[in-house]
């Protein structure tokens, strides 16, 4: 079952023509990444940080169906599948909440787990493996 998000588009999200500005569609399925990882137990202060390993974005992409405005609430579905031992796929779908609720936006990352200092790939750590199994 995905895990799901909300927030609020605060004005700091939009661009000049009041829209939510194209990257900015990362930064909150980001958000949700974040959110999704402590509810699974995992100490984001201990995952973001060099301990050997991290876990770069490798490859993204993003389809925009409609604009989100300041003040739109828009619940973003998150769902992790495993690619390689060492690697894994997000799907995330970003609804403006109505309503009626209408789709907003279809992402998609990709991570890599590779040593800090050889850049060579590593097996995920098994709180992480288990959390892409969980998806």
């Known amino acids: 079952m995905p895990f799901t998000y909300q927030r609020t588009v605060h004005f700091a999200d939009t661009d000049a023509a009041g829209v939510v500005f194209f990257a900015n569609y990362l930064a909150i399925c980001h958000e949700a990444y974040e959110e999704a990882l402590a509810a ?3 100490k984001l202060s201990e995952f973001f940080r060099d301990n050997g390993i991290v876990i770069p974005v490798s490859k993204c992409e ?3 169906l409609r604009p989100l ?3 739109d609430k828009v619940r973003v579905s998150i769902k992790p599948r495993a690619l390689a031992e060492n690697s894994f796929e997000i799907a995330y779908e970003l609804t403006r909440l109505g309503p009626p609720d209408k789709g907003a936006a ?3 990352t990709e991570h890599v787990c590779i040593d800090s200092k050889t850049r060579a790939r590593s097996p995920l750590p098994d709180a992480l ?3 892409v199994r969980s998806g």
């Open 40 to 42: 699974a137990g995992i």
């Open 129 to 131: 493996a288990q959390w």
């Open 106 to 108: 279809k992402v998609r």
């Open 69 to 71: 405005l300041c003040g």
């Open 62 to 64: 993003a389809e925009y």
